[in-house]
């Protein structure tokens, strides 16, 4: 039985497709590890998105040569973001790698290498046989507790940071109904939380029907079962109010939780960013959150130190960080990447100086996550259990998405738990289960 690890760097739409694979390998009999030196096939699935994820896989994939010398029939293959622009350099700065497959190149060359190094392995068994679709929705044997589901690949919005549309190409929406098709599946397999995955859920359109994004949301949430809802990310240039509404209509089954990507609160970078909103619009659309659904919590993306942000421009990010109180954010020093328009641009601000802005702006966030988890000193929270903690205590996730601790019995992962709040920190809620 091959044995095979996969790895995986970036965002939830490359943990998406590291299921696919793993599935597919499942499928084909093979057996997921959780070390390297128990695999013969490695799997590294790639991110492009700024410069510093680029290097770490670098010296990642430059650990293995030792492996490969030890092993020499460890197979390791590379996908992902990195890969659809870099596979001549992965082959020619690492001469052991097998197989190299970009996230925009063909999945069926993927799906055919995949099963060729399976056969390599299990000379017994005549694995073409098999017809599978590749991360298809049929006789998957894998589950998890999560479901990631894409609905939708690529992205049209060309923000002049960004390297997506470069690497993942063109924003392509799947149908719907394979959507939902997969979305049943997983449920049957136990999958307790759906995460629609799109870079802009909210421009999905169904190829063959006039389904978007609100009405696909609530078709997922009149599925039977017991489950709930996320999705990543909607964009605030396309976020409209009917999802916002949908969301209010469905609170058992869709996750009081938004995740909308601010990245600066001046218009004028907002601008040189190709982002197509400015922070007024924004102000309203968070409105509609705290008017429709008043428990649900609000993360965000900021990125520090574009080309061009001022002393003034970014005050006027730590003063809507300090108006809109995010329960969350994701914060990252701007990072010039290959392709794009910003790359071009004039960048006068020293890295000290933006690593100084990055570190005074997450100092902020820290005092008001913690004020803002807080309020749940008390509460009890539905939370669903992911897995046991590090400290060994069990790591729950509640609706609004914070991560909950607790100690309870691992049996109790997978499954719904309420879970009374007795401490807060900015990163964790602490707290004891209700029997
Ligand atoms: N530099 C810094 N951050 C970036 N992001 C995307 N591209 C870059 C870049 N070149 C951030 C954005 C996006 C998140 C996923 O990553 O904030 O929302
Ligand atoms: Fe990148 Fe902008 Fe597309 Fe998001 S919406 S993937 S930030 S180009």
Partial sequence: MLKFFIQTYGCQANVADSQAIANFLVNLDCEQVFTENQADLILINTCAIRDKAEQKIYSYIGRLAKLQKQNSLLKIIIVGCIASYKKQEFYSRFNFITFVNGAREDKNILRDKLIEVVMLSQSSKNVLDIDLKFGGIKQ????STQAFVNIMTGCNN?????????TRGREVSYSSQEILEKIKQDIILGAKEIVLLGQ???SYKCPKSNINFASLLEAVAELDGEFWIRFVSPHPKDMTLDVIKIMAKYPDKICAFMHLPLQS???KILELMNRGYNTEKYLEQV???KEYLPHATISTDIIVGFPGETEKDFQDTIDIIKKIKFDNIFSFIFSPRKFTKAILMQDDLSYDQKQARLD???KLQVDISRENNEKYLGKILKCLVEKEAVNGMLLARSSGNHTVLFNGNIELIDSFVNINIDKVSATNLVGSLIK
Wanted: aromatic residues 20%; positive net charge.
């Fill in 140 to 143: 998957e044997k894998k589950h």
């Fill in 158 to 166: 060309f923000c002049t940071y960004c390297i997506v549309p470069f």
């Fill in 200 to 202: 802009n859920v909210n």
């Fill in 360 to 362: 005074f702006l997450q």
């Fill in 265 to 267: 609160g001046s218009n």
């Fill in 287 to 289: 409105g509609w959150v």
